[in-house]
């Protein structure tokens, strides 16, 4: 696996090296090892999925404080748009964001760690997102962070038709206000 530091230090692109023929392609997509030496160590508890349709908008969620979340994200079918927002309290890169597309065709996945907000805008007719977590969810700890913010300067690609969006992600907190709740 080729690991590539962002420009947001502690945000990860990882890529699976893929060894294909006429079949199809096998890829190690986690291997405990080499992630600890690239990354750090991080105890994955829990692994999560959701299927989203073209034009689905999820997040940009975090969890305050002890319950926050790091994440290895990746797309096992279809793409999406994925975002990370640093929200480290005294980080230089605060409110600034990572952009990166992960699909089935680029086997890429990003390590989101904790205390950043993440979400995906689904670009495929729709998508398989995979993730692992190294800790619980904790409905009072979460959080959602205005997914167009102008303070974020999140350029979202164009979707043909409306953004689908829960109603927690449309009431979103705008940058300014999330400060008063990290």
Known sequence: MKFVEQYIKGVWLIEPVRHGDARGYFCESFKRGDFERAI??????????SLSSRGVLRGLHFQRGSYSQAKLVRVS??????????LRKGSPTFGRHV????????????????????????????????YKVDNVYAPQAEATLQYDDPALGI???AVDGELLLSEKDRKGLPLSEILLTI
């Open 77 to 86: 079918q279809g793409a999406v748009y994925d975002v990370v927002v640093d």
């Open 99 to 130: 952009a990166v597309e992960l699909s089935q065709e680029n086997g890429r996945q990003l390590f989101v760690p904790r205390h950043f907000a993440h979400g995906f805008l689904v670009l495929s007719e729709f998508a398989q997102f995979q």
């Open 40 to 49: 750090g160590k991080v105890d994955f508890l829990q692994d999560n999925e």
């Open 155 to 157: 350029e979202w690609p």
